[in-house]
Structure formats: structure tokens, C-alpha cells
């Protein structure tokens, strides 16, 4: 009996050790997620390239104005009103092959814009129409893939997987404007956009790659109506109130950004007469600050809490957009001042980031994770056209600094926000809610 009482308590021994290895370990030894996070973090920096190459194309190419480049900015986030509908698509079907056919749609679709410029056929018709099309197709991608992570990874993993994406992102941020800066002195900004088309295939490739079987959707009754299964996504995030203030925070941000953003290039080319590189290079400032707070995210996260982390980065990166309403004087300090916004706006994003992200993933079941991403995306980004359609048309009446000092005031709202919520007291990860009956449905 001794022996056997002996052998019965060493017995888990190895078992708690491989556990604890893999703990230790964490997704770097999950050779699923890393084909995923590999291919996605190259398209990321095509996307990245495509961001600075695509403002100047309609600049420079095109002459676009002040009200087009508004224009161009609202068609860009237009199809962010599609969250809401999309989520009840990721909740009813497997989300990888979602994920692969939107990539090589993407690919495609930007894969006309240095096409059509070699033709000489390149309007800003087709520029809007091409920018519409794949922003519906990466908001199918957005909702399916954050969807996807928790399905792909434990839970417990899932705050590491956050960041881990977040130091992508970063490194994109980095990289793709550097690499735009250095190749606008050697080919022109319409082709360098092939880029980023060939890296969404390079991404869709490396999602076929991954051979864990995905779980069916949860879903397995009738299909609810498409409106009823929208409320349902909409009344989970409504009611919870961490994800509550996180969604109206969000959106008084994307709004008000998405203003500074459809006027950015712009400002810098007509009221600060910077040179395309020099806009590249205080962008590139946005990644060396991402890159920071995305090797800080994690860290963070776990010595103040996800709640604390997202609340302080908030107000931080916020506060830093006053630099770019007010940037001027000499252009060594005007280009100052915007490389040092963008830092502070890079290093906050991937701590705000993935604290929100992570606390709405661990929280939401599995069978709700496509709605319940899609209403908050929706919901806090539904307004974001119209921000950035309502900057362009104030620039041109009122003036680019007046209009960027006001969109400056909506960007501090969130501040306040989260102040008067439970994120700022949230330290650890809470258990997933108890799920109403029907819920799932």
C-alpha cells in the first residue's frame, strides 16, 4: 500500500511538469498560431506601406483636395457599419476559411491600384471604389480572425496572443513607412502598393497552413433571424460593464481620429510644406512607439491589471494628439512635435489595446465571440466615416488647424469616460458571465 500511495502521488508529477513547460513556453510552440501570426504580421506591413502610399497617390497623382481626401477618408471606414452584420456570418460558419478567402479578395483588389496606374487609367473614381471593397473585405477578416484566436489558443493564452499581435503591428508600423520613405525616392507611390497586395497572399497562404481543426459554430440549431441574432451580440455588449465603456470610448476616439487621420498627410503637405519622406518619417515614429508599448502590453498587463493598463495608456496616447493640432514653428521643431505625437500614440495603442482586447475575449463564449466582436467594432465605429467625411469638408470651410484643434477636443472625451467606469479598478481577468438562455443563439 505504501508503494502504492507513492507511486499515485508521482504520478502527475510529469504531467504538471510538461504543463508547466508549456506555460513557460506559451505560443511559441504552438506551430499553428505561429503560421498565423507569421503570415499576418507580413501583410501587416503591407498594409502599413499602403497606408502612407495611399493619401500621397491621391496628393500628388491625383490632386486631390482637402473635401476629396475627406471623402476618401469616410469611404476607407465606410464599411465598418457591415460589423453588426458580419458577426452573425463568424458565429454561423467556420472562421479560417472566411479568413483566407477575404485575404486573397484583398490581394486582388489592391492589386489594381499599381495595375490601373501603369495603364494610366488610375482616377480617384477607382481609388474610392477599391478602397471601399477591400475595407468591407477586411472588416469580414477583423471579425472572423479575432474570433478565431480564442478557438486557436487557450484562454489563458489568449492576453499573450493579444500582444504578440500588438508587437507585430508595431514592427509594421515601424517598418512600413521606413520602407515607403526609402522606396518613394526610387519608384512612385502607386507602385509600391503591389507590396501590400502580395503580402495578403502571402498571409492567406500561411492561414491554409494551419492543421488544428477548428470547433463547428456553436450554432447548431435553427439559424435564428439575422436581426434577432444582431440584438443579441448588441444586448451582450450593452449590458456588460466593462465591455460597456471600453465600445463608448472607442467610438468617440475612432470618430474623432479618424478626422486627424483623413486630414494628416494634407496638413503636413499644405500648412507645414513637409516633403513626402519627412511624412513617412514622422509616421515611422508611430511604429517605434508601438513597437515599445507592444513589449510593454504584456508586462503591464499583468503587474496593474488589464484595466488599469488600457485606462492609463488612454490617457497618454489621447492627450498626445495636442501636439499634432498645435505642431509648428521651425521645421525642425514642427517635425518634433508630430514624431513625438506619433510615438506617444504608438506606444499607447498596443496597451489600451490588449487590455480592452484581452478582457472582452476572456469574458465572451466562444459561440458569441463573432457577434459580440462585431457589435462592439460596429458600434464603436460606426461613426468613424462620418468623422472623417466631417474634418475633410470642415478643413476646406474653417481652416485645417481650427478643424484639427476641435477633433483634438473629441479624442480626450474617452479619457473620462473609462475615469467614470469599473476599467480603471479592474485588475484581473473576471469569470465569463453566466449566459442567459438562448443566448447563444
Given at each position: 500500500?505504501?508503494?502504492?500511495?507513492?507511486?499515485?502521488?508521482?504520478?502527475?508529477?510529469?504531467?504538471?511538469?510538461?504543463?508547466?513547460?508549456?506555460?513557460?513556453?506559451?505560443?511559441?510552440?504552438?506551430?499553428?498560431?505561429?503560421?498565423?501570426?507569421?503570415?499576418?504580421?507580413?501583410?501587416?506591413?503591407?498594409?502599413?506601406?499602403?497606408?502612407?502610399?495611399?493619401?500621397?497617390?491621391?496628393?500628388?497623382?491625383?490632386?486631390?483636395?482637402?473635401?476629396?481626401?475627406?471623402?476618401?477618408?469616410?469611404?476607407?471606414?465606410?464599411?465598418?457599419?457591415?460589423?453588426?452584420?458580419?458577426?452573425?456570418?463568424?458565429?454561423?460558419?467556420?472562421?479560417?476559411?472566411?479568413?483566407?478567402?477575404?485575404?486573397?479578395?484583398?490581394?486582388?483588389?489592391?492589386?489594381?491600384?499599381?495595375?490601373?496606374?501603369?495603364?494610366?487609367?488610375?482616377?480617384?473614381?477607382?481609388?474610392?471604389?477599391?478602397?471601399?471593397?477591400?475595407?468591407?473585405?477586411?472588416?469580414?477578416?477583423?471579425?472572423?480572425n479575432q474570433a478565431f484566436i480564442p478557438s486557436l489558443v487557450d484562454r489563458?493564452?489568449?492576453?499573450?496572443?493579444?500582444?504578440?499581435?500588438?508587437?507585430?503591428?508595431?514592427?509594421?508600423?515601424?517598418?512600413?513607412?521606413?520602407?515607403?520613405?526609402?522606396?518613394?525616392?526610387?519608384?512612385?507611390?502607386?507602385?509600391?502598393?503591389?507590396?501590400?497586395?502580395?503580402?495578403?497572399?502571402?498571409?492567406?497562404?500561411?492561414?491554409?497552413?494551419?492543421?488544428?481543426?477548428?470547433?463547428?459554430?456553436?450554432?447548431?440549431?435553427?439559424?435564428?433571424?439575422?436581426?434577432?441574432?444582431?440584438?443579441?451580440?448588441?444586448?451582450?455588449?450593452?449590458?456588460?460593464?466593462?465591455?460597456?465603456?471600453?465600445?463608448?470610448?472607442?467610438?468617440?476616439?475612432?470618430?474623432?481620429?479618424?478626422?486627424?487621420?483623413?486630414?494628416?498627410?494634407?496638413?503636413?503637405?499644405?500648412?507645414?510644406?513637409?516633403?513626402?519622406?519627412?511624412?513617412?518619417?514622422?509616421?515611422?515614429?508611430?511604429?517605434?512607439?508601438?513597437?515599445?508599448?507592444?513589449?510593454?502590453?504584456?508586462?503591464?498587463?499583468?503587474?496593474?491589471?488589464?484595466?488599469?493598463?488600457?485606462?492609463?495608456?488612454?490617457?497618454?496616447?489621447?492627450?498626445?494628439?495636442?501636439?499634432?493640432?498645435?505642431?509648428?514653428?521651425?521645421?525642425?521643431?514642427?517635425?518634433?512635435?508630430?514624431?513625438?505625437?506619433?510615438?506617444?500614440?504608438?506606444?499607447?495603442?498596443?496597451?489600451?489595446?490588449?487590455?480592452?482586447?484581452?478582457?472582452?475575449?476572456?469574458?465572451?463564449?466562444?459561440?458569441?465571440?463573432?457577434?459580440?466582436?462585431?457589435?462592439?467594432?460596429?458600434?464603436?465605429?460606426?461613426?468613424?466615416?462620418?468623422?472623417?467625411?466631417?474634418?475633410?469638408?470642415?478643413?476646406?470651410?474653417?481652416?485645417?488647424?481650427?478643424?484639427?484643434?476641435?477633433?483634438?477636443?473629441?479624442?480626450?472625451?474617452?479619457?473620462?469616460?473609462?475615469?467614470?467606469?469599473?476599467?480603471?479598478?479592474?485588475?484581473?481577468?473576471?469569470?465569463?458571465?453566466?449566459?442567459?438562455?438562448?443566448?447563444?443563439?
Amino acid at each position: 500500500m505504501a508503494s502504492q500511495t507513492k507511486t499515485s502521488k508521482a504520478d502527475p508529477a510529469p504531467d504538471q511538469a510538461s504543463a508547466g513547460r508549456k506555460r513557460r513556453s506559451g505560443l511559441w510552440t504552438h506551430p499553428d498560431f505561429l503560421k498565423l501570426w507569421g503570415g499576418q504580421s507580413l501583410s501587416l506591413i503591407g498594409t502599413q506601406v499602403t497606408i502612407v502610399a495611399m493619401p500621397l497617390v491621391a496628393v500628388q497623382y491625383l490632386h486631390a483636395t482637402a473635401s476629396q481626401m475627406g471623402i476618401l477618408g469616410a469611404l476607407a471606414r465606410a464599411p465598418f457599419v457591415l460589423f453588426l452584420f458580419v458577426g452573425v456570418w463568424a458565429d454561423r460558419f467556420r472562421r479560417r476559411p472566411t479568413m483566407i478567402i477575404t485575404d486573397l479578395g484583398r490581394g486582388l483588389a489592391i492589386g489594381l491600384i499599381p495595375a490601373l496606374y501603369f495603364a494610366h487609367l488610375l482616377t480617384l473614381p477607382w481609388i474610392y471604389g477599391i478602397v471601399l471593397v477591400a475595407g468591407a473585405l477586411g472588416v469580414l477578416f477583423e471579425v472572423s480572425n479575432q474570433a478565431f484566436i480564442p478557438s486557436l489558443v487557450d484562454r489563458g493564452l489568449v492576453p499573450e496572443a493579444n500582444a504578440k499581435f500588438q508587437i507585430s503591428q508595431s514592427v509594421a508600423q515601424v517598418g512600413g513607412p521606413s520602407l515607403a520613405g526609402v522606396l518613394f525616392a526610387f519608384f512612385s507611390a502607386a507602385s509600391i502598393i503591389v507590396i501590400d497586395a502580395v503580402s495578403y497572399f502571402v498571409g492567406a497562404f500561411a492561414s491554409m497552413m494551419i492543421r488544428k481543426p477548428e470547433p463547428a459554430p456553436g450554432d447548431t440549431g435553427p439559424h435564428p433571424k439575422l436581426f434577432p441574432a444582431i440584438g443579441a451580440g448588441i444586448s451582450w455588449v450593452w449590458r456588460q460593464p466593462l465591455i460597456r465603456p471600453m465600445m463608448i470610448a472607442t467610438a468617440f476616439y475612432m470618430t474623432f481620429t479618424s478626422g486627424i487621420q483623413a486630414l494628416y498627410v494634407f496638413y503636413l503637405r499644405h500648412e507645414l510644406h513637409l516633403a513626402a519622406w519627412w511624412i513617412g518619417f514622422t509616421l515611422a515614429f508611430l511604429g517605434v512607439g508601438a513597437l515599445v508599448g507592444s513589449l510593454l502590453s504584456l508586462r503591464l498587463l499583468r503587474r496593474i491589471g488589464p484595466g488599469p493598463a488600457a485606462f492609463w495608456a488612454t490617457v497618454v496616447g489621447n492627450a498626445a494628439f495636442l501636439l499634432i493640432a498645435f505642431a509648428g514653428g521651425p521645421a525642425p521643431l514642427a517635425i518634433g512635435m508630430l514624431a513625438l505625437a506619433q510615438a506617444m500614440v504608438g506606444m499607447s495603442g498596443p496597451i489600451a489595446q490588449v487590455g480592452m482586447g484581452s478582457l472582452r475575449m476572456v469574458i465572451t463564449p466562444n459561440e458569441m465571440q463573432g457577434r459580440v466582436v462585431a457589435a462592439f467594432r460596429g458600434l464603436s465605429l460606426g461613426l468613424a466615416p462620418l468623422g472623417a467625411l466631417a474634418g475633410g469638408f470642415a478643413a476646406a470651410v474653417i481652416g485645417l488647424r481650427p478643424t484639427l484643434a476641435i477633433l483634438v477636443v473629441g479624442v480626450l472625451v474617452p479619457i473620462f469616460v473609462m475615469l467614470f467606469s469599473p476599467l480603471p479598478g479592474t485588475r484581473k481577468f473576471p469569470e465569463p458571465p453566466d449566459q442567459p438562455a438562448g443566448e447563444a443563439k
